[in-house]
């Protein structure tokens, strides 16, 4: 007889074992092929998936009756059909605020390297380049004093937020609605359109969905100032070609992704940009949160299987 839970990817050492004989574990970093993900789900009665994992209807049908939760290893859920999955009696969880800081470290350090050509600066090394120190010499952009946009003041914008007080910026966002001024970390709200247009440096950590798919396309990125630096923590909100072309004519000074809308696949206009900061998908990306994040799936399925709510459901 099967376990009962299938979990679709190598998560963090020692957070899988706590289900021990409960889970069959996909050991591995690379994503199961769709058709072994539909044979490995039949019968299970919990899924701790990836965001690599489409959650629709025909691995619902795979699945079948017993299926109780779907215990998604990422905070965001856009590769889950939460309408079927709720049809069917399906819970649907995430993994809040665990990857706040780590994700909110990793925009820092993104801005950092794109405002300041540190990749410029390294390949120009590695490359065995010749150069030499002068006044002119790969200028980058200064921080203190410009103004900070973040468009999404969820956890992470928030925490981004509060990081910008050590480097003297001022910080704008913009949410479809306003915060609480308890919860603004003493930013102003500002409608889309001025927000842009006030952002010297622009951080993107909305979620994704239907409404914010491209969101920033050509016309709201040419709406930043001239010389901005634009860094996206989201797949998808940016149009990835625009910014590319944005990177080309020199409306932007530099940009810096980290989640891309087609991964692993990277536009080729984006690979091509200089000015381009690219990382791979590294927000969450420490020991640490790794295995919180892991930990909270896990406590998700078990309390599903012991007849209770997800710790943390969605709807």
């Known amino acids: 007889m099967q376990p009962p839970v299938l979990v679709t990817r190598r998560l963090a050492p020692g957070v899988a074992e706590r289900l021990g004989d409960l889970a069959t574990v996909h050991d591995s970093e ?3 092929p769709r058709a072994e993900l539909l044979r490995a789900v039949h ?7 990836t965001l ?20 998604n290893h990422a905070v965001g859920t856009h590769n889950i059909d939460q309408a079927a999955c709720a049809a069917r009696g399906v819970h649907v969880s995430n993994t809040p605020g665990v990857l706040t800081g780590a994700t909110a470290d990793m925009a820092w350090a993104l801005l950092l390297a794109a405002a300041r050509r540190l990749g410029e600066g390294e390949r120009l090394l590695r490359s065995g380049t010749p150069w030499a120190w002068a006044p002119t010499f790969m200028l980058g952009q200064e921080l203190a004093g410009t103004p900070l946009g973040i468009l999404g003041m969820g956890r992470i914008g928030r925490a981004v937020a509060r990081r910008a007080t050590g480097f003297d910026m001022p910080v704008s966002y913009h949410n479809r609605t306003r915060l609480p001024e308890s919860e603004e970390q003493g930013a102003t709200w500002r409608p889309l359109d001025d927000l842009l247009a006030e952002s010297g440096i622009l951080v993107v950590t909305c979620p994704f969905t239907a409404a914010t798919r491209h969101l920033l396309n050509a016309e709201r990125i040419a709406r930043l100032p001239r010389g901005a630096v634009l860094v996206s923590m989201t797949a998808g909100v940016v149009d990835e070609a625009a910014l590319a072309a944005a990177l080309e ?3 932007l000074f530099a940009a810096a992704v980290d989640n891309f809308e087609r991964e692993p696949r990277v536009d080729p206009a984006l690979l091509a940009q200089e000015r381009a900061v690219l990382a791979p998908h590294l927000g969450s990306a420490t020991v640490r949160t790794r295995q919180a994040m892991g930990d909270l799936a896990v406590d998700n399925v078990l309390a599903v299987l012991d007849g209770k709510d997800p710790v943390t459901p969605l709807g």
């Open 30 to 32: 690379q994503p199961l």
């Open 43 to 49: 019968g299970r009665t919990a899924v701790i998936t």
């Open 52 to 71: 690599d994992d489409t959650v629709d209807a025909e691995f619902l049908d795979a699945a079948g009756p017993a299926l109780r939760i779907v215990a």
């Open 249 to 251: 004519n020199g409306h």
